[in-house]
């Protein structure tokens, strides 16, 4: 599935740097060296067309987890008829810390009139229950287990992915410790959307 990803170009990716970084000990203090990164990638199959895919990963952001977040596409029919904006459907997934599953559905508000309103469904494993995704892979590879590992040909069709944007062709960002990263992020997004932002 990776070697239907279409080639990254600069205007599909931006580079942050979070302000301080030069001034830790043993970092050049002309490093172009990125902290942050956020992609728009596009698949090239009947399946995932018209899909975009966002991922954003940074150092001293609000938060650290790793979550995946699938929003659904708002129905042809508005059944609120509301100018308020209707919530979207989305189903979450939280990798780490603490495994969970959110289902996000818009549904009525209460009483009467055709509000819209979120309610979640959520699944949340037990605390402390599972190990950290590097004890997990440390332990397979000891193990001699291979399948928590990318084979060769999956490799070579990620670097495809990205070698086009490598090398500082895309300038590098400043944003400020506990935020979001640098602002240029929003614009890889669709007019209305914006970046889920995960809590801790």
Request: charged share 25%; no cysteine.
């Amino acid at each position: 599935m990776i070697d239907a990803l279409r080639p990254l170009t600069p205007a599909d990716i931006v580079r942050g740097q979070y302000e301080g970084y030069r001034d830790v000990s043993g970092v050049d203090p002309t490093s172009t060296t990125e902290s942050y990164v956020a992609v728009r990638l596009a698949m090239d199959s009947w399946r995932w067309a018209d899909v975009p895919i966002f991922i954003r990963a940074g150092k001293t952001l609000p938060v650290t987890a790793t979550e995946v977040s699938i929003q659904f596409r708002h129905p042809p029919h508005d059944i609120f008829g509301s100018s308020d904006p209707v919530p979207a459907n989305a189903l979450r997934f939280r990798i780490w810390p603490e495994a969970q599953i959110v289902l996000s559905l818009a549904g009525k508000k209460p009483g009467a009139g055709r509000v819209p309103q979120a309610e979640e469904l959520a699944f949340a494993q037990e605390p402390g229950s599972d190990m950290r995704p590097y004890d997990r892979l440390i332990g397979a590879a000891l193990d001699g287990n291979r399948l928590p590992f990318a084979r060769q040909d999956a490799v070579e069709a990620a670097w495809k992915v990205v070698d086009p944007v490598l090398d500082d062709v895309v300038p590098v960002h400043t944003y400020s410790r506990g935020s979001w990263g640098p602002k240029e992020a929003d614009a890889l997004l669709p007019d209305g959307h914006y970046w889920y932002d995960p809590v801790g």
